[in-house]
């Protein structure tokens, strides 16, 4: 089992920044690709970014490109996004996603666990 907490949402501008983290805790970390995905109300859950186990590899949606940034910290069990130039249909619960596997996932349904997710709002 791994347990996921995020941290980090809150209130922003539009233009502004905020950084998101998950703690994981339970089995070995780096052992699993991590997954951001965010779920604005009435919307379906929606892939952001992944990176794999050892950093390497990383993957975005064409809606974050260019604004956010994935990374991880295996010492620290903890894996980042940073969002920038934050807009206001990016207001939404984002959630990272912990899945054992050495190739991306980029499906809601390929992850196997889950953190409770944290609430971004962006103002216009």
């Known amino acids: 089992q791994v347990q996921l907490v995020e941290s980090g949402g809150g209130l922003v501008q539009a233009g502004g920044s905020l950084r998101l983290s998950c703690a994981a805790s339970?089995?070995?970390?780096?052992?699993?690709?991590m997954g951001w995905f965010r779920q604005a109300p009435g919307k379906e859950r929606e892939f952001l970014a992944a990176?794999?186990?050892?950093?390497?590899?990383?993957k975005y949606a064409d809606s974050v490109k260019g604004r956010f940034t994935i990374s991880r910290d295996n010492a620290k069990n903890t894996v980042y996004l940073q969002m920038n130039r934050l807009k206001p249909e990016d207001t939404a619960v984002y959630y990272c996603a912990a899945v054992a596997t050495l190739i991306l996932r980029v499906g809601v349904h390929e992850y196997d666990y889950w953190g409770q997710g944290t609430q971004v709002t962006v103002s216009s």
């Open positions: 990176i794999s186990w050892s950093g390497s590899s990383i």
């Open positions: 339970g089995r070995t970390f780096s052992s699993y690709a």
